[in-house]
């Protein structure tokens, strides 16, 4: 078949010409190796009913007009689903968790994260920018971890069903740098559930980070813990026995091996960039954010949040 192909100003000045010699559509259709009823609707549609002619150059004006006007409906014109990704940008979601989180809970209708990334850039959700409102900014991030700790047991030695993720109260800690002399943000991530339990640290002395490591967890069951080899964590003989869990350290320089960690302190960074003096953190504020980052939905958990997530998880 044929590819359609839209009329040209010369073939519609061929047209009227024809139309005005008085041919039929069907005559004129073989003569422009056109379709009678493509002639029929360009005819239809472009007539004049007060002059009661056609015109080439006032169809393909009409023409013009018409296309211009033909653009698809902005997705987010639906008050709906507005609503939704607002909703979702209000709780610092990412595009990806708002569309997959969409899909969820409403099969069916499509909404691609890509589309929000574009109404955010041309300033359709009015109040709402990457800037302000998604977790990187635009920005790359950087680490830079010194490594002094000689560990006893190394992330190779761990239990295999740490590492198959299969059990809660395994975790990855590590410290959220402030800025000099403003204190620091204790983070400790669940590997199972992507649970957060975090607390705040006046400074990076091993002793005192060993007592947040109990105020941040709160009670909670502790089987492993997976660490970088800062030399904040030189008392984890301390952290072990209070905790009675055993700490296992990544390799020098390895950050990837703590994968959950490090991508869940990329979104406390959100709330917290660098220079942030965690010591003027109001507590209320700095629990909301960590109750904000678990209850935010999450790819690996099949877009449940880490608190769903767990919810289900004792609930089986």
Not at 101 to 109: C, K, L, Q, T, V
Not at 148 to 177: A, C, F, M, Q
Not at 181 to 195: F, K, P
Not at 263 to 271: A, I, K, P, V
């Amino acid at each position: 078949m044929q590819p359609y192909q839209h009329f040209t100003l010369k073939e519609r000045e061929s047209l009227a010409e024809k139309l005005r010699e008085g041919k039929s559509f069907r005559e004129i259709a073989r003569e422009l190796n056109r379709s009678p009823s493509t002639i029929s609707r360009e005819v239809k549609r472009n007539w004049s009913k007060k002059k009661h002619r056609y015109h080439p150059v006032r169809a393909t004006i009409c023409y013009i007009i018409r296309r211009k006007k033909c653009v698809r409906k902005p997705r987010l014109a639906d008050e709906r689903t507005r609503a939704f990704v607002i909703k979702g940008l209000e709780n610092y979601w990412s595009p990806e968790v708002i569309s997959q989180r969409w899909r969820m809970e409403h099969p069916g209708i499509p909404l691609s994260q890509g589309t929000i990334y574009r109404a955010l850039k041309s300033k359709q959700l009015k109040g709402f920018c990457a800037k302000t409102h998604l977790r990187r900014r635009g920005k790359r991030k950087n680490n830079r971890n010194t490594q002094t700790i000689h560990p006893v047991n190394t992330i190779h030695s761990r239990p295999e069903i740490v590492t198959l993720r299969k059990r809660l109260g395994d975790l990855e800690g590590d410290t959220v740098y402030g800025a000099i002399g403003c204190g620091y943000a204790v983070t400790l991530v669940d590997r199972t559930s992507r649970m957060l339990y975090a607390a705040v640290s006046k400074s990076r002395d091993s002793g005192l980070i060993a007592e947040v490591f109990e105020e941040a967890l709160n009670g909670e069951s502790v089987k492993t813990i997976t660490l970088d080899r800062g030399s904040e964590f030189a008392k984890f003989p301390e952290i072990e026995k209070a905790l009675g869990a055993t700490i296992y350290f990544c390799d020098p320089h390895s950050p990837w091996q703590r994968p959950s960690n490090e991508n869940t302190n990329g979104l406390l960074r959100f709330f917290f960039p660098k220079g942030t003096d965690f010591n003027a953190v109001d507590p209320d504020y700095f629990q909301l954010v960590v109750n904000l980052i678990n209850n935010r939905p999450r790819k690996c958990l099949g877009w449940l949040s880490p608190v769903e997530f767990l919810r289900d998880f004792c609930c089986t």
